[in-house]
Nanobody, 125 residues
Framework: QVQLVESGGGLVQAGGSLRLSCAAS????????MGWFRQAPGKEREFVAG????????YYADSVKGRFTISRDTTKKTVYLQMNSLKPEDTAVYYC??????????????????WGQGTQVTVSS
């Protein structure tokens, strides 16, 4: 089993930066696809960013491309989401997810088997 714990959320002004961390325990995630998703109040969960098991390939939603960067540190079993130039519309609960099967679409949450509890990001204007 894999447990994922997100951290690093908080309140930041528009234009600011935050770095989210997703620490894994239990089974290793070093070969798993990993993703970040977010859900704003009254909206459906949406894909933010994904990274391959090797870390070589990354994928981003159009809304965050050029502002957010996903990365992973296999020695620490941690995945990061660096968020720059934050906008009020980035306000949401951010979730980390793991796909042990490395199959399906990075962009669809149904292919991820393990989820963290989420961390709140609030961007003020």
């Amino acid at each position: 089993q894999v447990q994922l714990v997100e951290s690093g959320g908080g309140l930041v002004q528009a234009g600011g930066s935050l770095r989210l961390s997703c620490a894994a325990s239990g089974r290793t995630i070093n070969t798993y696809r990993m993703g970040w998703f977010r859900q704003a109040p009254g909206k459906e969960r949406e894909f933010v960013a994904g990274i391959s098991g090797s870390g070589r390939y990354t994928y981003y939603a159009d809304s965050v491309k050029g502002r957010f960067t996903i990365s992973r540190d296999t020695t620490k079993k941690t995945v990061y989401l660096q968020m720059n130039s934050l906008k009020p519309e980035d306000t949401a609960v951010y979730y980390c997810a793991a796909d042990p099967d490395n199959s399906g679409s990075y962009y669809d949450g149904k292919f991820y088997d393990h989820w963290g509890q989420g961390t709140q990001v609030t961007v003020s204007s």
